[in-house]
């Protein structure tokens, strides 16, 4: 089969249709490219229908429809690169998370830190190399040269709810200069200094628990998933005349305080309640206080919960020349770091094994775990696990023999000295290597084993497990069934030429009479319109299969259609894909006839689907060969 390079075929239709200047907008479905031209004289269909990639070329509805089939919005994906036209269109699928919640939680954290990953990776590994260059000598660390680069180092870390806020506004769709507002005032240097003071704090009268949000995570990624609610309440209640510059005013004078009155106690005293619950263990039972530091320090992190430990750790390296709080944290990070590095030798995707071989060196070298755990580990998740699984077992030896540190270092091999002078030097050294072994074993031998075709971390994608493996390949006799109850149409008579031509393999239609929509085949959803009109699933046998529930009906952009089922997810026959309110659809004057295509026809030995009839949902439409 001959390979589509997807930037040149972006660029010949663009040039095929007369260029940018000619082109209104630009937006997709299931499988072509939905253009308003301005001129279509100076379009040459003729050869944009030559190029190879296009299957034909079709104008319905005022739109130059292209038609790619499946990979459509790879086509739409580099045009936006080479264009503006394809910016906020609109009606490009997404992943939609799905399963239990903690996996929901997961996926959208990855998905925020995936376009910030490379230079956090960077800045990380600068870090790695700044410690190691300060502690054999080649750089002082109190010279100028050392203060710039530091900065530059540490900036990225200090200011991570800047970063965060422009990725999360893009994925709740907020305004994202309005977000780098928000995350700014929460950085700002003065609200740092209120966080420091020991002082009260009050907010028009209303006490305010301060702490230090520079480097958090979680409170930027609540507060502009409110933002976004906010800005669309305001966006329908206010008067058009003053509503560009008021929704953000208000959005700010909201948001600010609410996140500051809100999240800062309940951080706080969540985090002062761990630390006191954790260090009155240490004198109980220490083995447990250390499995729990090792184990869930880099969740603490995650949460900003850190922050309530560091007081105590401070203190306990003032008053008593150590802190055993600090002990743990050495195997919890190197797990982590191990099981990064397991992923780096692992993975067959050059793209993860880039940012993990950076990450895991940042990690063991200057205890900086966050390139390995947003770029690597949390979206794989089972590594996270893994390492969690290491820091438990690690924290609760190095607990065990009394070990801490005597001053405030990165846990990291370079900071290693500042853990040998207290407690028991041997556990220390065995709690750590087997928290490493651990992290780097389970992660190698049990961990997601990635193929090439996984999109590359900063592609903006949380990668599901289910793609982490090459589908089999299998012969014999599949049946693709009826996903809805209804009347046959032979593919003839369908009311669309692309479909009627067979131009996007064989199949058939049927009038539903009812709205819900269920899988035909057991596979994994490669696409979901998040319009909810259209479904591409491929089998674990290598069969693709296309529902496209109505005729032109992502004109509707959602309405009436309701997505049950979204990219990535894991699907049984039967299993629910949409909800579709017919009568809506009809009203809004489209066909709702509902096809079912194989789209790799081409490529199996024979597809054999039912003509005509009536058919109960779960019935047998179409056969197909290998």
Known sequence: MTSVDYRSLAGEILQGVGGEKNIV??????????????????????????????????????????????????VYAELGKMTKLTEDAGVDDEPVSKGNL???????????????????????????????????????????????????????????PLFLAVTAARRFKANQFTSMAIAGALVYPSIVALAAQPGPVNFAGIPVVMMNYSGSVIPIIVAIWLQCYLERFLSRALPSAIRNFTTPLLTLLVMVPLVLITVGPITTYVAQGL????????????????????????????????????????????????????GPLLPAVLAQAAATLAVAFRTRNKARRAVAGPAALSGFLAGITEPGIYGVNLPLKRPFYFGIAGGVVGGAVVAAGGSGATSFVFPSLLGLPAFTTVGNVFLLLVGTGAAVAIGFGLTFFFGPREVESVAAPDAGDSVPETDLVSAPTMTGTVQ??????????????????????????????????????????????????????????????????????????????????????????????????????????????????????????????????????????GDAVISVQF
């Not at 010279?143 to 900065?151: E, H």
């Not at 067979?502 to 596979?523: E, H, Q």
């Open 25 to 74: 907008s630009v937006a997709h479905c299931a499988t072509r490219l939905r253009l308003k031209l301005r001129d279509e004289a100076k379009a040459n269909t003729a050869a944009v229908e030559k190029l190879s990639g296009v299957i034909t070329v079709m104008k319905a509805g005022g739109q130059y429809q292209v038609v790619i089939g499946d990979n459509v919005p790879t």
């Open 102 to 160: 903690l996996s929901r939680f997961i996926d959208l954290i990855s998905s925020i830190f995936s376009p910030v990953i490379w230079p956090l990776a960077a800045a990380g590994l600068l870090k790695a190399f700044l410690s190691l260059a300060t502690q054999i000598g080649l750089l002082d660390p109190a010279s100028q040269t050392n203060v710039i680069l530091a900065a530059t180092a540490d900036a990225l870390f200090y200011f991570l």
């Open 275 to 326: 630390s006191t619950g954790i260090s009155t263990a240490f004198t109980v039972a220490p083995w447990l206080a250390g499995a729990i530091m090792g184990g869930f320090w880099q969740v603490f992190v995650l949460f900003g919960l850190h922050w309530g430990f560091l007081p105590g750790m401070l203190n306990e390296i003032a008053t008593e020349g150590h802190s055993l709080l600090f």
């Open 480 to 617: 693709v069934l009826a996903p809805v109850t209804g009347r046959v149409v032979a593919l003839k008579d369908v009311q669309d030429k692309v479909f009627a031509s067979g131009a996007m393999g064989k199949g058939l239609g049927i009038i539903p009479v009812d709205g819900r929509i269920y899988s035909p085949i057991t596979g994994t959803i490669k696409a979901a319109m998040k319009t909810g009109h259209a479904f591409g699933i491929k089998s674990d046998n290598g069969v693709e299969v296309l529902v496209h529930i109505g005729i032109d009906t992502v004109q509707m952009q959602g309405r009436g259609f309701e997505a049950k089922a979204a990219r990535g997810q894991r699907v049984q026959v039967g299993d629910l894909l949409a909800v579709v309110d017919l009568e809506t659809v009809a009203e809004a004057g489209y066909d709702i006839t509902t096809l079912v295509m194989v789209t790799n026809t081409a490529q199996l030995a024979s597809v054999n689907p039912v003509t005509e009839g009536t058919l109960a949902n």
